[in-house]
């Protein structure tokens, strides 16, 4: 008997020991596994609100231009979007803040003009999200190209693609915004 003895819960330590170290093991892994998709949930849901901040900013900031034909920051917001945040957050500043600020502007919000400055600043910021790569070239070149394609988007009806002042105002006045918001992305 005392040899059965020996057999106890004790003798089986290895195995016992190698169970223990396994569901150790697991619990550790299940533990990171929990820790990076908490990193993960968060980081969407900032992001998300860094985009409604960019999309109150775009609207607000032309709302409050309004007197100055042709200065507005909304191209440059949603191209700044596109490229720190994928495309789905350019193309959503883009399309949204042209009918949001036209609520609160001559004309208002109900034309075809709405409807093409919309696609317009989706095409612009979408593009940029698609290179998804943020530095200043990158700004100042989609910025550059997303104003063309609004001039183009909201011009060729009057026959034109590049209108005189407006048109050059507004390339020059983006361009201004985009130098201004890379200086904030040195500093970050």
């Known amino acids: 008997m005392s040899g059965h003895s020996d057999h106890g819960p004790d003798d089986h330590g290895s195995h016992g ?3 223990e170290h396994k ?9 990171e596994e929990k820790k990076e998709k ?33 200065v507005e920051p909304i191209i440059p917001i949603a191209v700044y979007a596109g490229l720190a ?12 803040a042209y009918p949001a600020s036209n609520f609160f502007l001559r004309g208002g ?10 696609a317009a600043g989706a095409t612009a910021g979408g593009l940029a999200g698609n290179n998804n790569k943020l530095t200043t070239e990158n700004l100042l070149l989609y910025t550059f190209l997303g ?25 020059v006045t983006n361009l201004i915004f985009a130098v201004l918001i890379s200086a904030g992305i040195k500093q970050k």
């Open 147 to 171: 104003t063309l394609i609004f001039e183009l988007f909201l011009n060729i009806g009057s026959g034109g693609f590049l209108i005189w002042p407006y048109s050059i105002t507004h390339i």
């Open 23 to 31: 569901e150790h093991k697991g619990h550790k892994e299940h533990k």
């Open 38 to 70: 908490s990193k993960n949930s968060k980081k969407p849901v900032l992001e998300e609100a860094e985009v409604i901040v960019l999309l109150l900013l775009a609207i607000m900031g032309r709302i409050a231009l309004e007197p100055f034909a042709s």
């Open 85 to 96: 945040y994928g495309s789905s957050a350019g193309i959503l500043i883009g399309l949204l």
């Open 109 to 118: 919000p109900f034309g075809l003009w709405t409807i093409l400055q919309g």
């Open 17 to 19: 020991e190698h169970k």
